[in-house]
């Protein structure tokens, strides 16, 4: 995790939350439940090709702007998976915040 770009950490990232994912019986969860974690799903897609688009910005100013798009979807992310942790292991759920703060971090 140390020397990778962002994007390759939140490619893990996200594999580690569909790997999750997979796993969850949701014939069990309540509709919120399911309703979050299919917000989980998108969001951490979402925040993939936004950190992608962010390395791949070709001047300061988009690579800004970016940078704050990014960032915000990632946020958006921790704060799903942290209402999600009643469906995983509060190992699994803390593991993949500091992930993800991790990523913030060298994220401009």
Same mark, same amino acid.
């Given at each position: 995790? @140390? ?5 390759? #950490? ?6 580690? +939350? /569909? $790997?999750?994912?997979? =796993? =969850? ?8 439940? !399911? /309703? $979050? &974690? @299919? ?6 897609? *979402?925040?993939?090709?936004? +950190?992608?688009?962010?390395? &791949? ?6 690579? &800004?702007? !970016? #940078?704050?798009?990014? !960032? /915000?979807?990632?946020? !958006?992310? /921790?704060?799903? &998976?942290?209402?999600? @942790?009643?469906?995983? @292991?509060?190992? *699994? =759920? ?13 994220? +401009?």
């Amino acid at each position: 995790m @140390g020397n990778e770009s962002p994007f390759l #950490a939140m490619q893990r990232a996200e594999t580690s +939350i /569909k $790997a999750l994912l997979r =796993v =969850v019986d949701t014939d069990l969860l309540t509709p919120d439940e !399911k /309703k $979050a &974690l @299919g917000s989980l799903r998108r969001l951490s897609g *979402d925040a993939r090709i936004d +950190i992608r688009d962010y390395e &791949l910005s070709e001047t300061r100013e988009e690579q &800004l702007a !970016k #940078a704050h798009d990014a !960032k /915000k979807r990632l946020a !958006k992310l /921790k704060a799903n &998976l942290l209402a999600s @942790g009643m469906v995983f @292991g509060a190992a *699994d =759920v803390a593991q993949l915040d500091a992930q993800l703060e991790h990523i913030m971090e060298r994220v +401009i």
